[in-house]
């Protein structure tokens, strides 16, 4: 079955740029992926998709691994998981540069780790208050957490949500501040507040591309009775 609404239109044929970037795209926000998922997605042929995939390996923008089996080993070449690297991540774009880092050093050697927190803070309460109300008002922590999956993906995160063991998981296949986070962790670690907060319950951060994994990862227990957020400003709760 086709799924190309995701993607604006139906693929054109023989434009390889535009298909390649597809086709990468898919490995960012749905990766580790097959190549025969990602046909399936776009809409063309297995065959195309390897050229595509292959292609992406060759550069240095993708990775592949073999799929874990299950059942029986069966004839054939096993399956292969495909996902993108940080170099193919970078065709994305990132909104950081080297002033940032050098600006972030500046104010760490003049105010301290307290005054970097302090920014960290500020920058991630100015992301998640333009869609705090369309997340609290969300009743089920599962439907915050995929409210605040689609906030994240508007805000440049390619964010995704699902059902994980006992609770939530919230995947962020894009990070656009990762190689500034690498240095200042503070931007990370007030990021999980924020979420928390958010979703009313407390959280776990398991992985970040700043730390040189593939896709920031964060669980959210499944909770009976989430925490009510509270208004970052003061006042009542939201």
Same mark, same amino acid.
């Given at each position: ?35 025969? @998922? ?34 029986? !080993? &069966? ?41 970097? !927190? ?20 969300? =009743? ?19 964010? $995704?949500?699902?059902?994980? &063991?006992?609770?939530?998981?919230? =995947?962020?296949?894009? =990070? ?34 700043? !730390? ?10 499944? @909770? $009976? ?14």
């Amino acid at each position: 079955m086709k799924n190309a609404g995701a993607f604006e239109a139906a693929v054109p044929q023989g434009h390889d740029g535009r298909t390649r970037h597809i086709v990468a795209r898919l490995l960012l926000e749905q990766g580790p992926i097959t190549a025969a @998922s990602v046909a399936e997605r776009v809409g063309i042929s297995q065959a195309a998709v390897r050229r595509h995939i292959d292609a992406l390996v060759a550069d240095g923008e993708a990775t592949g691994r073999e799929a874990p089996r299950r059942g029986q !080993r &069966g004839r054939g070449r096993p399956a292969k998981l495909f996902q993108l690297t940080e170099q193919g991540r970078a065709r994305f774009g990132h909104a950081y540069d080297d002033l940032a880092v050098a600006a972030l050093r500046f104010l760490a050697e003049q105010g301290g780790e307290e005054a970097v !927190r302090a920014f960290a803070e500020r920058r991630v309460h100015a992301l998640v208050d333009r869609h705090r109300q369309a997340i609290v008002e969300q =009743c089920e922590p599962a439907e915050r957490t995929k409210a605040l999956a689609a906030a994240l993906s508007r805000e440049g995160y390619a964010a $995704s949500a699902r059902a994980a &063991g006992a609770g939530e998981q919230l =995947c962020q296949h894009l =990070c656009p501040v990762a190689h500034v986070a690498a240095e200042f962790p503070q931007l990370c670690e007030t990021e999980t507040a924020a979420f928390a907060d958010l979703l009313g319950t407390h959280v776990q951060r398991l992985a970040t591309i700043a !730390r040189g994994d593939a896709v920031c990862t964060t669980h959210i227990p499944k @909770s $009976s009775t989430p925490n009510t957020p509270r208004d970052p400003h003061g006042g009542e709760p939201a």
